[in-house]
């Protein structure tokens, strides 16, 4: 069974063989890492939107190795506390999809039936969460545009992707939850320290947004010891300060073989009016 919508006509998707198709004919392949592609041309503003390979793979490996483990767990038990059996959960901007495995494997544990989704702008990104999860159901697609029926879903997640909060607010059951995770005003704090002179607190995030009510601000907080310069390069590689720190202090994180970071993350909890 399918979850997914036609992006094309809106219509419910079947999977039949290996494709996804619609009463209307729109045929869709599964491809062969286990995802299907449901980006319309003319939604893309690139030949290839979001993460490039070498950010995913760059935050495949350090997230593979437990770094941010506490917010996996977190997470876990956020969607169980909120859950009842046959829940459905979408993962938007899943990337490649270690806290979707997480809540699924959490689920699993507590005997609970799930049905998750995951979907992300970016193909190298996606094709890795088929693989992680492979009793997921995952699909390039824009969260500006969700291939997703109206008030299908049980819980929504978002973690450090873009807020398209009337897609979200469409999506989502009554009485749904959104589990939105964002950076704590700490989060990386060392490592900025490294790149600027006067580095800046990331800003704290808690609104109010229509249709939506906020019910609980969980932190997952932990101070990680990273012993390996390949690791801190992989952390490095999956932040933005790739695109914006100055050279030389880059020049120098990279070379380092230690580094003790925050791992902060604040989980912002809202149920659907
Ligand atoms: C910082 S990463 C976070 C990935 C994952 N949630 C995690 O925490 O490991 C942001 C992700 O959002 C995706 N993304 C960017 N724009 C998007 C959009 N319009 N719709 C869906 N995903 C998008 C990127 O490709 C990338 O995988």
């Keep these: 069974m399918s979850y997914f919508i036609c992006p094309i006509c809106s219509q419910p998707l079947q999977i039949k063989g290996k494709s996804y198709i619609c009463k209307n004919n729109h045929s869709f392949d599964i491809s062969a890492k286990g995802y299907v592609n449901l980006l319309p041309a003319n939604k893309k503003r690139s030949a290839n939107p979001g993460d490039d390979k070498g950010m995913v793979m760059a935050r495949n490996n350090f997230l593979s190795l437990g770094y ?8 876990g038990q956020l969607c169980d506390k909120y ?36 979907i992300d702008i970016s193909k190298d990104a996606v094709a890795l969460a088929a693989r992680r999860l492979p009793e997921g159901q995952f699909a390039v697609a824009s969260s500006f545009h969700l291939p997703v029926p109206d008030k299908s879903i049980d819980i929504l997640i978002n973690c450090f992707s873009p807020l398209a909060i009337k897609e979200f607010h469409r999506v989502m059951k009554k009485n749904a939850v959104f589990l939105y995770v964002v950076p704590a005003p700490k989060h990386l704090w060392q490592l900025k320290q490294a790149l600027y002179e006067t580095p800046y607190e990331n800003p704290l995030k808690e609104e109010e947004y229509e249709g939506f009510e906020l019910i609980d601000t969980v ?55």
């Design 83 to 118: 859950s009842e059996n046959n829940v459905n959960i979408l993962d938007c901007g899943c990337g490649e999809g270690y806290y979707t495995a997480g809540i699924c494997e959490k689920l699993e544990q507590q005997g609970k039936m799930a049905n998750i989704q995951g």
């Design 68 to 75: 941010y483990g506490h917010l996996k767990d977190r997470l």
């Design 219 to 273: 932190k997952a907080e932990k101070e990680i010891f990273i012993e390996s310069n390949e690791d801190i390069n992989n952390l490095f590689k999956m932040t933005p300060y790739v695109y914006r720190s100055p050279k030389e202090a880059q020049e120098i994180l990279l070379k380092a073989e230690k580094l003790t970071v925050n791992a902060h993350f604040i989980i912002y909890v809202y149920r659907k009016k």
